[in-house]
């Protein structure tokens, strides 16, 4: 964007770099909000009165309710509801900021288009391709919800969120991929920048 060569005169390329991820994180951060304002809109005419979970107080008042489909999954119902969006938050935060410095990292090697490519190959492939299939194969997609995390647990609901956090730990390889790149890369900016 157009601030980019502005800020690389004032700065030097370290803090140059630092504020391009602290714009993908401010993106994420935005993106994440709109998200939880849209979901909090539509969910609201849904939501029992009081400060617990809805599931619970509509299953003290009709025992029946068991038999429905549970919105708070029994592994969300020992937080409480503000940890548990704060949690949900973390995961959805981490999966959104891999996308977007995905794309940063690949346009800093002049090849932001294929960066567009990998993000939808990493959020489609388990669908269009069934990578879960293949062992060893994490993928961000597979891991973007707490739903997700727990439903592959199979059991193993730490071992789940292990290889989360492993997957996720590709932010900080993406971070240090690119600080190497900006430290050896010849800077320039075309006229449409």
């Known amino acids: 964007i157009a ?3 502005y800020a690389l005169i004032r700065q030097s390329r370290g803090r140059w770099l630092i504020s391009l991820v602290a714009f993908c994180a401010m993106i994420s951060a ?16 849904y939501a029992a009165p009081g400060g617990g979970w809805s599931d619970l107080e509509r299953l003290a008042a009709d025992p029946d309710y068991v038999y429905e489909v549970q919105f708070a999954p029994a592994y969300i119902r020992a937080l409480s509801p503000l940890a548990a969006c704060g949690l949900a938050a973390a ?11 995905t794309v940063l990292a690949f346009a800093l090697f002049d090849c932001g288009n294929v960066g567009i490519i990998v993000c939808v190959l990493m959020v489609t492939a388990h669908i269009t391709l069934l990578a879960e299939l293949f062992p060893g194969i994490v993928l961000p997609g597979l891991y973007a919800t707490l739903s997700a995390i727990a439903g592959r647990a199979y059991g193993d609901e730490i071992g ?6 492993v997957g996720y730990g590709a932010i900080a390889a993406l971070i240090a991929l690119m600080a190497a790149r900006v430290h050896r890369m010849d800077l320039r900016f075309e006229g449409r920048e």
Do not use: E, N
Not at 91 to 96: S, T
Not at 160 to 165: E, K, N
């Open 3 to 5: 601030w980019q060569k």
């Open 30 to 45: 935005l993106f994440l909000a709109a998200m939880l304002l849209s979901a909090t809109l539509c969910s609201a005419p």
């Open 91 to 101: 995961v959805q935060m981490g999966y959104y900021l891999l996308l977007t410095l």
């Open 160 to 165: 789940a969120a292990l290889r989360a956090l």
